[in-house]
């Protein structure tokens, strides 16, 4: 039985070591949501005829070099009928297209982003009628770029050419009591390990 348990355990730290790479890697591979500039809210509260600013970024941790990060499409879903926005594109961002609006935008990084995240876009979001549970979340491009890759994706710079990457993204609640999470924490191989032995 010790033997059974001990391949167990070593084939359940095989499993979670490949999860933790693939997991590391679209940490640094994501883009987000987020309530506030330094990128930590993943809900916020907007009544009746406030208007309030929502934060998309990158982040850049486990890049090799942050400058790979190259620019991304995608498409964020959610927001309510009526609900009036303005998007404004980051210094150093080509934003191509409408990000909220039914196909979605292409973006393109020309500052390299030196940072542990890269500002691409706010969009302020004004709630005209009252509303509850609002979930805006990313979805792909319509029509994708690459039809063989219909996600959201992000695109990072692999020279002489570059790659594209599917990523999650979080979401971001509005007026609502349901709990969130951020992003993806980044964790240690070493760490994962300490909780089985």
Request: aromatic letters at 10%.
């Amino acid at each position: 039985m010790k033997h059974t348990a001990s391949v167990l355990r070593g084939s359940l730290l095989i499993v979670l070591g490949f999860f933790l790479c693939f997991a590391s890697a679209a940490h640094a591979q994501s883009i987000g949501l987020y309530a506030d500039g330094s990128c930590t809210g993943c809900s916020l509260e907007i009544t009746a005829g406030e208007t309030r600013t929502i934060f998309v970024s990158g982040p850049t941790s486990g890049l090799p070099d942050p400058r790979d990060f190259a620019g991304g499409e995608f498409r964020i879903l959610g927001v309510p009928n009526g609900w009036p926005y303005q998007v404004f594109a980051a210094e150093g961002i080509l934003l191509i297209g409408d990000p909220l609006g039914p196909n979605g935008a292409s973006v393109a990084i020309f500052d390299p982003p030196t940072d542990y995240y890269r500002l691409i876009f706010t969009f302020t979001l004004t709630a005209t009628l009252p509303q509850e549970n609002v979930i805006l979340s990313f979805r792909a491009l319509v029509p994708p770029r690459d039809p063989e890759v219909p996600c959201p994706t992000i695109i990072l710079s692999d020279p002489p050419g570059s790659r594209t990457s599917c990523f999650v993204g979080g979401e971001l609640l509005i007026n609502s009591d349901a709990p969130c999470t951020v992003s993806v924490q980044s964790a240690s191989w070493e760490g994962v390990k300490k909780l089985y032995r």
